[in-house]
């Protein structure tokens, strides 16, 4: 008989991941329809990670946290696929390679084929191994979709400035004053700047670009 403690299988993790493009949207918009998704499929999610980044990038920061915390079966849980991905062809093959090399598995509320992946069992069934194979079809498919609505969104708003710079209308991109005010307020009180972001509802990149327009304001003074 073995004095060896038992081994217990660690059930995969839903880890949440919400995104939004610009500082003026609520990342957080979709946190209460996924938290209803994975209550009504009997899980809870150990973490959300929410960020402000375009999904043009692939090296984002929170993305990038959520795939470093993940183990081999967990599930990404998002809202759409193109919170996930707006990404050019190459960009998103290296992202599906990364997740699918640590065994995670993507479901998204847009995606009702992968939604019994919730399910930790279903995987290592026939019905599993069909779901999956269909999923990556679906879920090149919906990336290259979401890219192409991306691409069409920029040569639309490429030609709306043209035609006003072009009739003199153009003045540019207005900046967000009030989150510049809230920003630079708690700059000045020497908070860091991560959590600044935090506190202000936007991206670190945001931050340090208010901080180094405070840090000429003091100069220049």
């Known amino acids: 008989m073995s004095d060896s403690p038992p081994k217990f299988a660690l059930l995969p993790m839903v880890r949440a991941y919400l995104r939004a493009s610009t500082d003026q949207q609520d990342a957080l918009r979709a946190k209460g329809a996924l938290l209803a998704f994975a209550e009504s499929h009997g899980q809870r999610i150990v973490s959300f990670y929410p960020e402000n ?8 920061p929170e ?9 081999p079966g967990d599930v990404i849980l ?3 696929i193109d919170r996930l991905s707006r990404l050019n062809k190459e960009d998103w093959e290296s992202l599906r390679g990364i997740i699918k090399s640590k065994g995670l598995h993507i479901v998204s509320l847009d995606l009702p084929t992968s939604h019994p992946l919730m399910d930790p069992q279903v995987e290592t069934t026939f019905t599993g191994w069909m779901l999956s194979a269909m999923n990556d079809l679906l879920l090149d498919m919906l990336a290259a ?20 710079r072009d009739e003199g209308k153009y003045k540019g991109r207005v900046p967000n004053q009030a989150l510049h005010a809230r920003v630079k307020a708690c700059l000045k009180t020497g908070m860091a700047i991560r959590k600044v972001a935090e506190v ?15 840090d000429k304001e003091h100069l220049a003074a």
């Not at 993305?63 to 183990?71: E, G, H, I, K």
């Not at 979709?145 to 006003?164: L, N, T, W």
């Not at 202000?200 to 405070?214: E, H, N, P, R, Y």
């Open 53 to 60: 980044e375009s999904g043009t990038k692939l090296k984002r």
């Open 63 to 71: 993305l990038m946290r959520l795939l470093d915390d993940s183990q």
């Open 78 to 80: 998002c809202e759409q």
């Open 145 to 164: 979709i979401a890219r192409k609505d991306y691409e069409d969104r920029v040569r639309r708003s490429k030609e709306g400035i043209d035609k006003a």
């Open 200 to 214: 202000c509802g936007c991206s670190k990149t945001t931050v340090q670009k208010i901080k180094a327009d405070l």
